[in-house]
């Protein structure tokens, strides 16, 4: 099994999340930190009409990027973020995290503001725990690592 990630608010910390735990360079590929909307559409595929439509903080913008991500790193398995960590110019704090494969993707929007250091925690433990949930599902296996491993 292999996994990549595409990350804008979350500015890599979903990669040290992964490479924090012994033996990541057996499944853990390579990620990107897509802060530009030019970096999403040229290294990960998100449309630019997608942005438009939909905005770049949006669940269409982080699916895709795991989708992008997946293409790139050529991995069965990414990660993503998209968001707003604080809330600034009229934006409240939305952030989107994805995970999945490229033709099975899942996400969900977290709005609660506990200070933008924290937001970012969050949504990278979030997303976490939710790709581990999906592995053990998707595999049917008690624990990622008897996947990771394998």
Same mark, same amino acid.
């Given at each position: $099994?292999?996994?990549?990630?595409?990350?804008? #608010? +979350?500015?890599? @910390?979903?990669?040290?999340?992964?490479?924090? @735990?012994?033996?990541?360079?057996?499944?853990?590929?390579?990620?990107?930190?897509?802060? %530009? =909307?030019?970096?999403?559409? %040229?290294?990960?595929?998100?449309?630019?009409? $997608?942005?438009?439509?939909?905005?770049?903080?949006? @669940?269409?913008?982080?699916? &895709?990027?795991? @989708?992008?991500?997946?293409?790139?790193?050529?991995?069965?398995?990414?990660?993503?973020? +998209?968001?707003?960590?604080?809330? /600034?110019?009229?934006?409240?704090?939305?952030? /989107?995290?994805? /995970?999945? #494969?490229?033709?099975?993707?899942?996400?969900?929007?977290?709005?609660?503001?506990?200070? !933008?250091? *924290? =937001?970012?925690?969050?949504?990278?433990?979030?997303? $976490?725990?939710?790709?581990? *949930?999906?592995? &053990? &599902? !998707?595999? =049917?296996?008690?624990?990622?690592?008897?996947?990771?491993?394998?």
């Amino acid at each position: $099994m292999s996994i990549s990630t595409a990350e804008s #608010c +979350t500015g890599g @910390r979903i990669a040290a999340a992964i490479t924090a @735990r012994s033996g990541a360079s057996k499944y853990y590929e390579g990620g990107v930190v897509a802060y %530009q =909307n030019a970096v999403k559409e %040229q290294m990960l595929g998100v449309p630019h009409e $997608m942005i438009e439509r939909y905005g770049v903080v949006s @669940r269409e913008v982080a699916e &895709q990027m795991v @989708r992008g991500a997946c293409a790139l790193f050529h991995t069965d398995y990414a990660l993503a973020s +998209t968001g707003y960590a604080e809330a /600034w110019e009229g934006h409240e704090v939305e952030i /989107w995290v994805a /995970w999945g #494969c490229a033709d099975d993707v899942h996400s969900l929007c977290l709005r609660e503001d506990f200070g !933008r250091v *924290k =937001n970012v925690e969050i949504a990278t433990e979030c997303v $976490m725990d939710e790709f581990e *949930k999906y592995v &053990q &599902q !998707r595999h =049917n296996v008690h624990s990622v690592s008897e996947v990771l491993m394998a």
